[in-house]
């Protein structure tokens, strides 16, 4: 190979900035890539990513990171699902579990047996008691998946609760320490070559200037690169999707500790609770059209279940993604492409997604941007985005919160063609949906359709090859496997305990010991 | 849902009323298979793919039993050799996957790498179902192959054996069967209500099912705009030539300069198929032709039209189109049954169960409509980069590209990457072998190949050629294991 390395600049350190460095300098051959980043301890992060879904473990065992030493680093703790309180009527309460519903039977899958038994009015039971990770969730405790496929153990995947910017800061130690050059400052202006218009170099406040074939855009809500510099149009997704603030309060931590995030509606937003190791990560995403800043924080306040640590601190964004997250040799990952409110956790993987997709599409040493790589990073990117807005918006469809005007306003906007059909389909069939690429299994929406009252009238024929007083026998059983396993889990707090506490920290309800 | 009835002739008609009888049967689905006259020639054939088989695993089709019943061979794939003068290396397509994974990592950009640094080793070499193809040896996978790799086999399925075999099985699962010469459609407000056969008899049914060929019920009944797809050829014959003394492993296709003709080695006879287009010669031209191109004596010839296309809404009112009512392929890649297996299982996935319909039958377009289009870009890839001289195959470089394929060979070409798709139903290695023996070099790899030393790789590889090679030693050849088959029915 010839010439020089193929420099990339990574403008941004927070979550995506580190996760991007970490993932490039993993996946990319050292000897072609010279990898800088550049971040400023003065600009702060917005590290709402304090919430995961199972994928960051493909994540950080693709990068090789120790799980518990990570943990301890990052104050992390396990989740195995996110509780969703009152988005159906005030009070109802059900978990969107990271495992699955029950088993495939005689050819068809779970729910079309479940949906048989309750239209036939034999079981009574809900979807959620066919899960372990929902069992798991309720029961406060965490253990490993087991290994052995025919074990209900088996049946769930789990994700973490960090410090997002505690995560990066371990990232940061751990990517410098392979190669990546790290720069502190600030970006004056940026220089364009004229002829293509492509990034040519950032200028610094400190009168460095820093030159690069490609540039990622890790600066957040700023979109300095892809946004500002490039133009790339922004795909406002309010219409659906009107939250636009969020004010964030941590509190120290309670016991039991709980082996999910918790997200409660409320009048005008909802709130999220999110426990750490050190602490629980609290705030209320709400919509400034029906909720003051006032209204909010008292919410917020009343939501909270420890004692509270600091002042409230006010995010504004608004929901939607750019119209493309490559344009020329500007790549943004992370805020700068877009947001989407943290209620399905999902920002860590759009991150992580990217800089999968990156990685396989990067250019080669002595290679300019490939348009054809370029198309391929956009269309997965809208892709990654576009699904997972609808499972978020089929959250805000699918309210019985009535009378509340936010709540009313969402219940009866226009939903995207593609969630309408969904939501349909499931009502009339029991069929969920089953897609290959992008994010939120089958799985995943069966929990939120039947938590919020989107049940089926129907089910396929192939459920009735089970005659019904077997499909209740095997019901039956199932949901004893579940409780019985479940009732053995170590709690979350000693689990992590002896597994993964940092030092000098006191988990919620566990003794000190002496050791 | 009281009932459904189902319009057809031959195989599909059989396969179609077999698989819905079997699924749906114990909710206590009646189904009725009208019969139209069957119009299978005896050198008619269904090639099939891999896939095949876990639609046969479920209507409970024993692999021996069809085989011998039907008269049928295995095959590891398609073999498409050079006759128009072009010089064109043979291209074959079989039916496995392509290397084993190198630290957990694809193999295929590793092997573009080395290829681009003078590696003289194809990716047949590294293929189980390829190698074993060329040595005339059936592959039977076993743990210790699929640990390597996919090692599937498809069939050589004559099509009045496989008829009769779906036949006797879809009776005795319990189709009803009615046999006509002709059906009145009768219509009603929510679509078809009933068909009219010739002895007079009503057949009514909440769903009607259209496996026709030239979609009687939802084409000619319900006026659904077929809308056809540029292919090359517009002709086609089918005939037999009698068994070759040792039974290939796979079909060969001979792309001549006004066309192509198929050879599908079957049990008891060899069968052929021949397309080319009515604007360069006559049936009797053609046949006089491709027989005298073929060196074999073709028997009883049979002649019809090659009208690929689709329809938009396979499934409209209480009509569900599937196989050819709902899209035809071009004959070359076999894809009839794959396309038929699209259908019936998306329709037994959404089947009605009384009350409304619209979001299945929404859905059920949809995913036809999908997964129709990826499988049509497949053969319109191969109408685009082939090499082949002629008229014949300059039409076909003409046949115009999807977005969707304009994107795919453009990404690999970058870069070697087969995109991911929505509604997929051929896996990325027989787009990366269609590509690879099409000639379209990859300009670069994606880069964490180059995170493997070469010393490294070249060790890698020759592991993986010494376990190809010795696995596929082991392997019976075609005609031993045929014959084993054809044995067990004795013994």
Not at chain 2, 104 to 112: C, Q, S, T, Y
Not at chain 2, 220 to 232: I, K, N, S, T, Y
Not at chain 2, 414 to 427: D, V
Not at chain 2, 464 to 470: I, P, Q, S, T
Request: with cysteine.
């Amino acid at each position: 190979m010839t010439g020089s390395p193929y420099r990339i600049v990574i403008l941004g350190g927070g979550t995506a900035g580190w996760m991007c460095a970490a993932g490039l300098s993993r996946l990319l051959p050292a000897a072609d890539y010279d990898i800088t980043l550049i971040e400023s301890d003065e600009i702060g992060t917005v590290g709402v990513g304090e919430a995961t879904l199972p994928h960051i473990k493909t994540f950080n065992d693709m990068l090789g990171l120790d799980e518990a030493e990570f943990m301890r680093a990052a104050m992390a703790s396990f989740k195995v699902g996110i509780e969703f309180v009152g988005w159906g009527r005030e009070g109802e309460r059900y978990i969107h579990p990271f495992g699955t519903f029950g088993e495939r039977w005689a050819g068809a899958d779970f729910q079309h047996h479940w949906a048989r038994a309750r239209l036939a009015g034999s079981d009574r039971r809900s979807l959620q008691d066919y899960s372990f990770a929902v069992a798991v969730c309720r029961a406060a405790g965490f253990e490993h998946p087991g290994e052995d496929p025919g074990s209900i153990r088996s049946t769930y995947a789990y994700a973490y609760h960090f410090d997002a910017g505690l995560y990066a800061r371990y990232l940061r130690e751990w990517t410098t320490a392979r190669g990546v050059r790290r720069l502190e400052g600030k970006v004056a202006s940026v220089r364009r070559d004229g002829e293509s218009g492509d990034v040519a170099a950032l200028a610094l406040e400190s009168g460095a200037e820093i030159a690069g074939d490609l540039f990622v855009d890790c600066s957040g809500f700023r979109s300095l690169l892809l946004g500002q510099t490039m133009g790339v149009p922004w795909h406002d997704w309010s219409e659906w999707l009107p939250c636009d603030r969020a004010l964030a309060l941590p509190c120290a931590g309670t016991a039991p500790m709980l082996p999910f995030t918790r997200c409660t509606a409320q009048r005008g937003g909802w709130t999220w609770r999110i426990p750490l190791q050190h602490r629980i990560g609290n705030g209320h995403v709400f919509a400034s059209e029906f909720c003051s800043e006032e209204d909010a924080e008292r919410t917020l306040r009343g939501a909270i279940d420890g004692e509270v640590q600091g002042e409230p601190r006010l995010l504004r964004f608004q929901a939607g993604r750019r119209g493309a997250g490559w344009a020329g040799n500007a790549v943004a990952i992370g805020l700068s492409s877009g947001f989407l409110e943290p209620l399905e956790s999902t920002s860590i993987f759009l991150i992580q997604a990217a800089v999968t997709d990156l990685a396989a599409l990067m250019p080669r040493r002595g290679q300019r941007v490939d348009p054809r790589l370029r198309a391929e990073f956009n269309r997965l990117f809208e892709v990654h985005y576009d699904r997972t807005r609808d499972f978020i918006v089929l959250h805000y469809a699918a309210n019985a919160r009535e009378g509340e005007p936010l709540w009313d306003h969402v219940r009866h906007m226009a939903l995207p063609d593609s969630l309408t059909h969904k939501i349909e389909l499931f009502r009339e069939s029991a069929i969920a949906p089953d897609y290959a690429l992008g994010l939120f299994s089958r799985d995943s929406w069966l929990s939120v359709f039947e938590g919020q009252g989107v049940v089926p009238r129907a089910h396929s024929p192939l459920a009735e090859r089970l005659p019904l007083p077997e499909l209740q026998r095997r019901l039956d059983d199932l949901a004893e496997r579940i409780a019985l396993n479940a009732a053995e889990m170590t709690p979350l707090a000693e689990f992590l305990a002896d597994y993964c506490a940092a030092e000098g920290v006191a988990l919620p309800g566990v003794a000190v010991s002496a050791a | 849902m009281s009932g459904v009835a189902i319009l057809g002739r031959g195989a599909p008609l059989w396969l179609a009323a077999a698989a819905l009888r079997r699924a749906l049967g114990p909710a206590g689905v009646e189904v009725d298979a009208v019969a139209l006259p069957d119009e299978t020639a005896p050198g008619d054939l269904y090639p099939t793919l891999p896939a095949i088989e876990a639609l046969h695993d479920q209507i409970g089709i024993d692999e021996a039993v069809l085989l011998r019943g039907a008269r049928g061979a295995f095959t590891l794939g398609r073999n498409i050799v050079d006759r128009s003068g072009a010089e064109q290396p043979p291209l074959l397509l079989a039916h496995g996957g392509y290397g084993t994974g190198i630290d957990g990592e694809d193999f295929f950009p590793h092997w573009l790498k080395a290829r681009h640094h003078g590696l003289g080793v194809g990716l047949d070499d590294f293929s189980l179902t390829a190698s074993a193809a060329h040595q005339g040896r059936l592959f039977l996978p076993d743990e210790v192959s699929a640990r390597y790799g996919r090692a599937d086999y498809g069939y050589h399925l004559p099509a009045a054996g496989y008829a009769k075999n779906l036949k006797a099985i879809a009776r005795h699962l319990g189709v009803r069967i009615a046999e006509t010469r002709t059906v009145d459609v009768e219509h009603g407000e929510a679509g078809v209500t009933a068909l009219r056969i010739d002895d007079g008899t009503r057949i009514a049914a909440a769903l009607f099912v259209d496996a026709t060929r030239e979609g009687v019920v939802l084409r000619e009944g319900l006026g659904e705009a077929f809308v056809p797809w540029a292919a090359p050829g517009d002709r086609m014959f089918t005939a037999r030539a009698p068994r070759l003394a040792s039974v290939p492993v796979y079909a060969e296709v001979r792309a001549g300069a006004e066309g192509w003709t198929a050879l599908y080695p079957g049990l008891t006879h060899l069968h052929v198929a021949h397309v080319w287009s009515s604007a360069a010669a006559s049936d009797e031209e053609a046949l006089a032709a491709a027989g005298a191109a073929s060196g074999f004596a073709l028997e009883a010839p049979a002649v019809r039209a090659v009208a690929p296309g689709f329809v938009h809404e396979p499934w409209t009112a209480n009509v569900v189109g599937v196989g050819e009512a709902a899209a035809g392929f071009d004959p070359l890649h076999g894809f009839a049954l794959h396309a038929l297996q699209l259908g019936l299982v998306h329709l037994i996935a959404c089947f009605p169960t009384g009350g409304a319909m619209e979001a299945r039958r929404a859905e059920y377009n949809r995913q036809m409509a999908i997964h129709i289009a990826r499988v049509r870009d497949f053969e319109v890839a191969h109408f685009a980069l082939q090499r082949h001289a002629g008229p014949f195959w300059d039409a076909a470089r003409r046949v115009p590209l999807s977005a969707e394929l304009d994107h795919l060979i453009a990404l690999f070409r970058a870069r070697g990457e087969i995109a991911p798709q929505e509604g997929e139903s051929l896996p990325p290695d027989a787009w990366r072998a269609l590509f690879t023996g099409l000639g379209v070099v990859s300009e670069g790899w994606r880069p964490a190949a180059d995170r493997l030393p070469p010393d490294a790789a070249k060790a890698h590889f020759r592991k993986m050629l010494g376990f190809v090679r010795e696995q596929v030693l082991r392997q019976p050849t075609h005609d031993a294991y045929l014959a084993r088959i054809a044995q067990a029915s004795r013994g």
